[in-house]
């Protein structure tokens, strides 16, 4: 962009205090870890970011791969809601390792149990969709409480080892 990067992060910083991008930690085992690894930047407004992206619903229902980073940001942005009027705190956080293996929310709560929240564009869910989700399952023991796979179908299915299939719309109790 040809930005030095104290006025990048200026930028970032204005671009949070207006509720468009927040900075969303990793999760690792290792807390200190959590610290030292560079942030992710998620867009908050799924809708301005389909606006910059010039996504239209025809392109959504001809390509939906593009589709793919409006929706985390969608699903994102109502976790975020959820956490912060909740009763309890929560931390949203995301998952990513050097073999590529990611999950895109990562849910803490005070005590330290762990749900991780994939999200695909899908209507069906295959095996490959889980890897992710498994392999955060395993790093994380005991913590972890639950997986779920949010997806573009109509069935809430158990997957095994405490991972779920669940529709996008339960987002919304449905």
Known sequence: MGLDGKTA???VGVFEQMYL?????VWARNRLNRVIKTPKLQFIDSGLLAALL???AEEVQQNRARFGKVLETFVFAELLK????ADDDYQLMYYR???KFEVDVIIENTVGELVGVDIKTSATVKESDLRGLKKFAGLAGGQFKMGVLL??????MPL???IWAAPLS???GQ
């Not at 991008?21 to 930690?25: D, E, G, Q, T």
């Not at 997806?151 to 809430?156: A, F, K, L």
């Open 9 to 11: 992060s200026r930028y």
């Open 21 to 25: 991008l927040k900075r969303i930690n």
């Open 54 to 56: 010039d996504l239209g």
């Open 82 to 85: 959820y956490t912060t009027t």
């Open 97 to 99: 390792d050097a073999d």
């Open 151 to 156: 997806y573009d179908g109509t069935e809430t």
């Open 160 to 162: 095994g080892d405490g």
């Open 170 to 172: 339960s987002l919304w």
